[in-house]
């Protein structure tokens, strides 16, 4: 009797998503690339979208749920994390408490810049290591493009005429 063994995957010995189908998995695994960099300045990924959008002007929880896509308690738990560090600061409605607003602190501003700096540098890494400069640019300008798409679709949303 002959055994024959296969290989259940067809995956590149790199791991990496082979193919266009596989735009999601690539997401992700630069997903995991932002994590390690925003590791370096000891920020998660979900702390750093709370701050860039801190950094475009203050917002209440709902807010930040609703453009993060995420239920209100998972901003809170968050922004709990980020005031207990001095990065982000509550502040209630002068004519209703209960609403509170949040804003990005100097310390929190300052560190968003070094966390900006980690990522862009960690993903300008990984394009440099394409054969020529020219398709290090296409990369890169393909990350600006999907920051267009990105807007361009949360616009939509809020405007109810989502695609």
Do not use: C
């Amino acid at each position: 009797m002959v055994v024959e063994h296969r290989s259940r995957s067809t995956a590149p010995a790199d791991g990496l998503p082979a193919g266009p189908s596989a735009l999601g998995r690539t997401a992700a695994w630069l997903s995991k690339q932002l994590e390690r960099a925003l590791a370096e300045v000891d920020l998660s990924l979900p702390q750093y979208r709370i701050l860039g959008m801190l950094a475009e002007g203050a917002s209440m929880p709902s807010a930040l749920a609703e453009r993060l896509a995420v239920r209100r308690p998972t901003v809170t738990a968050v922004v709990d994390g980020l005031a207990a560090r001095g990065l982000v600061e509550r502040s209630p409605a002068d004519d209703d408490r209960r609403i509170v607003t949040h804003t990005l602190t100097a310390k929190g501003k300052r560190l968003l810049a070094k966390a900006d700096a980690a990522a862009d540098g960690r993903l300008v890494a990984i394009a440099r290591s394409l054969d020529d400069a020219g398709s290090t640019a296409r990369a890169l300008e393909g990350l600006e493009l999907w920051r267009s798409a990105l807007r361009a679709h949360f616009v939509a949303q809020m405007s109810g005429n989502e695609r």
